[in-house]
Structures are given as C-alpha cells and as structure tokens.
C-alpha cells in the first residue's frame, strides 16, 4: 500500500508540474515560396508573445517560451535571404536568430499568429515571413513592420510595491513639447530604438519593436503632458478603451462569443459609474467600430486609440480586454502595466486588488508588460485582462449581466480609490 501510495504520489506532482510549465517551443521550421518568400514557422504548446527586430544584418524573432530539448540550436536554410538560422535558448524566451545575405527593404517582414487548431491537430504557431528586395509580399495581409500583437512577458507577476509615490500633478518627459530642441529629440528617439532590442532576463519585458520610419507615417496626438493622481474622482479626466471591434473580433469563446462584444459592454458600465461619481469620461469606441478605420495597420489602430486619451488630456488610460489560452482549465484576472511613470504600477495595483478580493477565480497579479496603448501614452495607463473567453466556466460568467455589472463595478472602485 505504501508504494502504491508514493507512486500515486509521485504521478500527482509529475501532472502539477506539466501544468505549471510555461510555453515551449516544439519545433522551428522554414519553407520558401514561389516568390522567394522566406518563412519561418515556431510551433509551441501554448499561446506565447513575440517581438521582431533588426540587428545589424540579423533579422530576429524572439518568442516567450522555452526551447524544447528536441529543438536543435541551428538550421541550414536554402533561400536568397539566409543560408541557416539560429535558434537561442535565453532561458525565459528564445531567439530565433536570421544572419541576412542582403538588407532588406522597409516593410519587408511580417510576423503574425496561427491559433491551435485541434480539428487538424496544428499548434499554435508564430509566423515570420521575409519578402527578399526582388519580391513583392503576398502572404498574410499587407506587408507592413511588426507591431506584435502580444508582448513578451515574464510568466511571474511583479511584486507590490508600496513604496510607489503619490504625485498631484507630473510633467511627462514627451516629444509633445512643440518648443523642445529637435536634435535633442532626434537623439532620444535613436537612443530608444537601441534600448528596445535588449531583452530582459528577469521580470521585464523584451520590449516590442516598432521600426521608427513606420511610426513617424502615423498621425501622432500630443496631450499637454500632465495629468492628476490625488484628489477625488470629481472632476477626472479619464480615456476607457473597449478591446478590439469592428473587423477585429479579439479572442472568440467555444460558442461563437466575441472578445470585442463583452468588452464594450463592460467598459460602458464603467463609464456609467465613474461619471455618477463626477469624472469626465471619454470612450475610444462606444460601438462595434475599428477606432482608426477598416484596414488599418496594428501601429494606426493602436496609435488611434494612443490618439483619444492624448486629445482629452486624460489623467488616466485603461484599456479592458479578455484573454484566452490553449490551456482550457487557466483562469482569472491579471492587470499589466508599463512603468513609464511613478503611477502606472500603483494604478495596476488599485484595480487588481480590487478584482483578486471579489472573485472566485485565480488571481494572476499585477504584470509589466509592454502593449502598445500602455507603453506609447504619456498618462498613467493600465491594460485589465478580465478572466479567459477560452475557460468554460468564465466564458458562462462573463456573458451574464452579474459578471459584467460586478467587474465594471470594481474597476471603478479600483480607479476611485487610486485617485484617494
């Protein structure tokens, strides 16, 4: 009986493991078209975010997950672009690493996602395609540089901070300031861009890259650069944006049930509450649109909704989304910010307690990351991921009036007690 016990023991703690077991890389595969378009397939066991980079003459692919130990560290690739690639094993996230035998023209890669499809027993994949100077790009969509769709995070939440100050009113260092030296401006910006290629071996982020020439195109709004952090909800200014909408669906449940539907109704709620308690909210969609338009690149709608909360001179940015997984059984609530000032991480905080202490489900904690609409506004500003569409028992929650009314109810809590 007692070896029976261990055994049984033992297999208990080999399944938890398996389950806690971050995202890992299977296999890394390559193909040339017709075009001479280069792609370069990631399988992995799980959702997992990626980030896209030039260094040097090195295009790299970084994916948060592990590299599998079948995975071998290097592969021979027969094209006009490459002659092997290199696959980087940094722990936390792995690089795949492309040595390029010419430059590449702008806009002449594009990365995207496949999602898991157990019909064909595909898994999730991220996808890299490379269009040589000669080729004109007809995969996926335009062609258009990579603004990933998901950062890449550490899996381990960040520790509360109570040390986080409470300043009235701050002066953002932004490129807003019409008057501010243009070179001094230039040399920040480069400065930037070779900061957003380094990645992090703790919990931080590898920052996402979004190649300057394509963010210089976009129609950038200035805010004045300051915004309230004490005093009361009276009187706020504060930008709500309702994840996804009109062509963009978001993630979609087992049922048919769309991401952008219940985060629009949820983020209505919210708006309803804080203005009964005397705030000026503004919504970046109040229906079923696309913010910058139909056909948008992910930088103009991204950058459009940036656009709202900077055009009202928000005191504060939060963006509400639901979030999905290939692992039916992960749930909860997590909060994510970019540190980018002395607040966004106390306003992640206030929200998240908020949550965690008023639901049944799993408490994913506050997490840095670095989404584009939380990165890329001057004002404090926080993106909620309010449970799993892909869970079961949540996606039955979240499409009642008691889940949405409570979750609407306690972010604004969340938010009031942050202006306290």
Same mark, same amino acid.
């Given at each position: 009986?007692?070896?029976?016990?261990?055994?049984?023991?033992?297999?208990?703690?080999?399944?938890?493991?398996?389950?806690?077991?971050?995202?890992?890389?299977?296999?890394?595969?390559?193909?040339?078209?017709?075009?001479?378009?280069?792609?370069?397939?990631?399988?992995?066991?799980?959702?997992?975010?990626?980030?896209?980079?030039?260094?040097?003459?090195?295009?790299?692919?970084?994916?948060?997950?592990?590299?599998?130990?079948?995975?071998?560290?290097?592969?021979?690739?027969?094209?006009?672009?490459?002659?092997?690639?290199?696959?980087?094993?940094?722990?936390?996230?792995?690089?795949?690493?492309?040595?390029?035998?010419?430059?590449?023209?702008?806009?002449?890669?594009?990365?995207?996602?496949?999602?898991?499809?157990?019909?064909?027993?595909?898994?999730?994949?991220?996808?890299?395609?490379?269009?040589?100077?000669?080729?004109?790009?007809?995969?996926?969509?335009?062609?258009?540089?990579?603004?990933?769709?998901?950062?890449?995070?550490?899996?381990?939440?960040? !520790?509360?901070? %109570? +040390?986080? $100050? *409470?300043?009235?009113?701050? /002066?953002?260092? =932004? &490129? #807003?300031? @019409?008057?501010?030296? !243009?070179?001094? %401006? +230039?040399? $920040? *910006?480069?400065?930037?861009? /070779?900061?957003? =290629? &380094? #990645?992090? @071996?703790?919990?931080?982020?590898?920052?996402?890259?979004?190649? *300057?020439?394509?963010?210089? /195109?976009?129609?950038?709004?200035?805010?004045?650069?300051?915004?309230?952090?004490?005093?009361?909800?009276?009187?706020?200014?504060?930008?709500?944006?309702?994840?996804?909408?009109?062509?963009?669906?978001?993630?979609?449940?087992?049922?048919?049930?769309?991401?952008?539907?219940?985060?629009?109704?949820?983020?209505?709620?919210?708006?309803?509450?804080?203005?009964?308690?005397?705030?000026?909210?503004?919504?970046?969609?109040?229906?079923?649109?696309?913010?910058?338009?139909?056909?948008?690149?992910?930088?103009?709608?991204?950058?459009?909704?940036?656009?709202?909360?900077?055009?009202?001179?928000?005191?504060?940015?939060?963006?509400?989304?639901?979030?999905?997984?290939?692992?039916?059984?992960?749930?909860?609530?997590?909060?994510?910010?970019?540190?980018?000032?002395?607040?966004?991480?106390?306003?992640?905080?206030?929200?998240?307690?908020?949550?965690?202490?008023?639901?049944?489900?799993?408490?994913?904690?506050?997490?840095?990351?670095?989404?584009?609409?939380?990165?890329?506004?001057?004002?404090?500003?926080?993106?909620?991921?309010?449970?799993?569409?892909?869970?079961?028992?949540?996606?039955?929650?979240?499409?009642?009036?008691?889940?949405?009314?409570?979750?609407?109810?306690?972010?604004?809590?969340?938010?009031?007690?942050?202006?306290?």
């Amino acid at each position: 009986m007692r070896k029976i016990f261990l055994l049984t023991l033992l297999a208990c703690c080999m399944l938890l493991g398996a389950v806690a077991q971050a995202a890992q890389i299977t296999d890394v595969k390559w193909g040339v078209n017709k075009a001479d378009v280069l792609r370069i397939v990631v399988d992995v066991t799980d959702t997992a975010g990626y980030a896209v980079d030039m260094e040097g003459d090195t295009l790299n692919l970084t994916v948060n997950a592990d590299k599998g130990a079948q995975v071998p560290h290097s592969k021979a690739v027969k094209s006009s672009l490459a002659d092997s690639l290199k696959i980087v094993d940094k722990g936390s996230y792995t690089v795949v690493r492309v040595p390029l035998k010419q430059r590449l023209l702008e806009k002449s890669y594009k990365a995207f996602v496949l999602r898991k499809d157990p019909a064909t027993g595909r898994p999730f994949r991220v996808v890299l395609d490379v269009t040589p100077r000669q080729a004109s790009y007809s995969g996926y969509g335009a062609a258009t540089t990579v603004v990933s769709n998901r950062p890449v995070v550490s899996n381990r939440p960040t !520790k509360n901070n %109570s +040390s986080i $100050k *409470k300043n009235t009113v701050i /002066k953002t260092s =932004t &490129a #807003a300031d @019409k008057k501010a030296d !243009k070179k001094k %401006s +230039s040399s $920040k *910006k480069k400065n930037d861009n /070779k900061k957003n =290629t &380094a #990645a992090a @071996k703790t919990e931080t982020t590898v920052s996402k890259p979004v190649n *300057k020439s394509d963010t210089d /195109k976009l129609a950038l709004i200035k805010g004045n650069g300051r915004f309230r952090t004490s005093g009361g909800l009276d009187g706020k200014i504060i930008t709500l944006d309702a994840g996804h909408g009109g062509s963009d669906p978001g993630a979609i449940g087992s049922d048919g049930t769309k991401e952008k539907n219940i985060t629009l109704a949820i983020t209505k709620i919210v708006k309803e509450i804080l203005e009964d308690k005397g705030a000026k909210v503004y919504m970046t969609r109040t229906t079923d649109v696309d913010v910058f338009g139909p056909n948008a690149s992910d930088a103009e709608e991204l950058q459009a909704r940036v656009n709202v909360g900077e055009k009202y001179n928000s005191d504060m940015f939060v963006s509400l989304h639901i979030n999905s997984s290939v692992n039916k059984n992960v749930g909860g609530f997590s909060t994510y910010y970019y540190p980018k000032t002395d607040n966004d991480l106390r306003l992640a905080q206030n929200i998240q307690n908020k949550l965690a202490a008023n639901f049944g489900v799993d408490d994913l904690g506050v997490r840095q990351a670095n989404f584009y609409v939380i990165k890329r506004i001057s004002m404090p500003a926080v993106l909620v991921e309010m449970c799993f569409i892909s869970n079961e028992k949540e996606l039955t929650l979240m499409k009642g009036q008691w889940f949405q009314k409570k979750t609407a109810r306690l972010i604004a809590e969340g938010i009031e007690k942050y202006f306290a």
